[in-house]
């Protein structure tokens, strides 16, 4: 079952554009959930991967992750992937409650 959760997604729009790559960011139009496209995540043939797979990225870094070769793709994808994360827990977006789940 893949899962997937509105809230959490919507923590991106939230969030500062989390691309390292050199870029014209566009993040004063927003910033979105660009989920990861490796089936380790989740992805497979017409579904995409699991809620908890995105980064937060500008529209502008979301489409320009698209036309990088394969393994400069999932290694920019996976480096914002780590900052949102971080970002998420840093400014309390996600806790750890104290039976050890995570709240959004």
């Not at 991106?12 to 993040?27: D, V």
């Not at 497979?44 to 991967?49: E, F, L, N, W, Y």
Request: aromatic content about 10%.
């Amino acid at each position: 079952m893949t899962y997937r959760s509105r809230a959490l997604l919507d923590l991106a729009h939230e969030s500062p554009c989390q691309a390292s790559f050199a870029h014209e960011c566009s993040e004063y139009q927003g910033v979105e959930p660009a989920h990861s496209d490796q089936q380790i995540w989740g992805r497979g043939h017409g579904h995409k991967s699991h809620d908890h797979a995105h980064a937060a990225m500008c529209h502008v870094a979301h489409m320009m992750l698209d036309t990088f070769e394969r393994e400069v793709k999932q290694t920019e994808w996976l480096k914002a992937h780590v900052r949102t994360m971080t970002y998420y827990f840093e400014h309390e977006f996600l806790v750890v409650n104290r039976k050890g789940r995570i709240a959004a």
